[in-house]
């Protein structure tokens, strides 16, 4: 699983969920950076959020057509989209998205109901990989409901624009994945 490149929002620590924009210069590089790193791997499918800033990155990494998947876009932050952390606590103080989610936005319940849906749309896979480009708070929901742990437990995850990240099932832990 791959994080999209840097935004301008992103690069300001805004959330960025729905809102739909573009990945920054350095974000371009940022992503191109993954493509000798992912060059020798093989998946059997690409996916990527519909958001242009997932589809550039993965583009951008070596992989020019991937599966629009509306399951994949980013947890939507209703009126906190576009504004920084430190700005929703000087109104809430006591707000912590992984109880809290986003006041006309996505619950966390929510956010784990598409990641465990689209776990579900891949289960059946056998003939490799899949590679995943997405969104930094959705990829560490994602990752809580493949690993089985509680919403508090996505604090502890992070994600850097143009990471990568890998989630596999032991039985194929033997197989070469990107680190």
């Known amino acids: 699983m791959g994080g999209h490149g840097e935004t301008e929002w992103s690069k300001y620590g805004r959330h960025t969920g729905v809102t739909d924009i573009p990945l920054l210069p350095e974000g371009e590089e940022r992503a191109r950076s ?28 070596g992989f020019p057509d991937p599966i629009k ?10 009126d ?9 606590r000087e109104k809430r103080p006591d707000w912590n998205l992984w109880r809290d989610g986003y006041p006309n936005g996505e619950s966390v319940e929510q956010v784990r109901t598409r990641a ?6 891949i289960s059946g896979e ?16 994602l990752a809580l409901v493949f690993l089985g742990l509680h919403d508090a437990a996505g604090a502890r995850l992070n994600l ?14 033997h197989r070469r994945h990107p680190g």
Not at 37 to 60: D, I, K, N, Y
């Open 34 to 61: 993954l493509r000798p790193r992912l060059a020798g791997e093989r998946f059997s499918r690409v996916f990527s959020s519909p958001l242009q800033r997932a589809v550039r990155t993965a583009e951008l990494a």
């Open 80 to 88: 906190y989209d576009g504004i920084t952390s430190e700005q929703i």
């Open 69 to 78: 998947e509306p399951l994949l876009v980013e947890w939507d932050y209703g």
């Open 126 to 141: 056998t003939e490799g990989a899949v590679i995943v480009f997405s969104h930094g708070h959705f990829l560490r929901v």
């Open 160 to 173: 850097e624009t143009a990471a990568v990240g890998v989630l596999r099932h032991q039985d194929h832990a």
């Open 116 to 121: 465990a849906h689209f776990l579900e749309k």
